[in-house]
């Protein structure tokens, strides 16, 4: 089992000594925008709820509900468990000072995320009006093919493929532009700003921007 933390700690066992007793090792992540990308490769994640609670739902939230983030296990102290709603998006929350028997068996009994179809088949893609051929390269609104650039089209593509999921901008980077690009992020607004302009006024609102964080897609009847 993968698990991250997203904490300002430097060591998981800083914030739960149990989890330097887990098989694995526990990758731990600041709460930044910049990181949120990286959780979807962990099979669950430990969010650090120790300190600002209000701040901790909020970001859990986030995580759970637009960001389709694993599993989340709330790492609390001993008064906090108190205050956790169903509302905050956690699967499940563990006191800090939980015994390593403890914290192993609340981590196995996390659910697993359900995995939503959003590929009708290997080389097309639907989302409300926007079809998308991968094999083709084309992309069609209403049946008319938009006009689009080979970067426009595979960021559209990506965006539609994680529909309903919150990208940050550098999962976009890495994913449309790869690793070797130098640029910065803000070629990706340049090019969500054409996307948009090119959708036109009656669907560019099918790309959504998180303020701070990145982009989702969306049909029409996902708001």
């Not at 330097?20 to 650090?48: K, R």
């Not at 800090?96 to 939503?116: D, F, I």
């Not at 910065?184 to 998180?210: M, Q």
Request: charged letters at 30%; glycine letters at 8%.
């Amino acid at each position: 089992m993968r698990i991250m933390m997203l904490t300002r700690a430097d060591d998981a066992a800083d914030v739960l000594p149990s989890a330097s007793f887990l098989d694995g090792h526990v990758e731990c992540l600041a709460p930044v925008p910049s990181s949120y990308g990286e959780l979807g490769a962990a099979d669950a994640v430990l969010l650090d709820a120790r300190g600002d609670l209000r701040r901790a739902r909020a970001l859990c939230q986030l995580l759970s509900g637009p960001m389709d983030c694993p599993p989340i296990l709330l790492v609390l102290e001993e008064g906090g468990a108190a205050v956790v709603q169903s509302d905050w998006g956690a699967s499940d929350f563990v006191l800090a000072g939980a015994a390593p028997a403890e914290l192993s068996a609340r981590l196995r009994l996390l659910r697993p995320r359900s995995v939503e179809e959003r590929v009708v088949d290997e080389d097309r893609i639907e989302v409300g009006d926007l079809v998308i051929d991968t094999t083709a390269y084309t992309a069609r609104l209403r049946g008319a093919i938009l006009d689009l650039t080979y970067k426009e089209f595979e960021l559209l593509k990506y965006l539609a493929a994680n529909r309903g999921r919150v990208l940050t901008r550098e999962t976009l980077l890495h994913e449309v532009w790869g690793e070797d690009y130098i640029g910065g992020s803000r070629t990706v607004d340049v090019h969500i700003r054409r996307l948009r302009a090119k959708l036109g006024t009656e669907h560019d609102h099918i790309i959504g921007t998180v303020r701070n964080v990145g982009y989702r897609l969306d049909a029409p009847g996902d708001e």
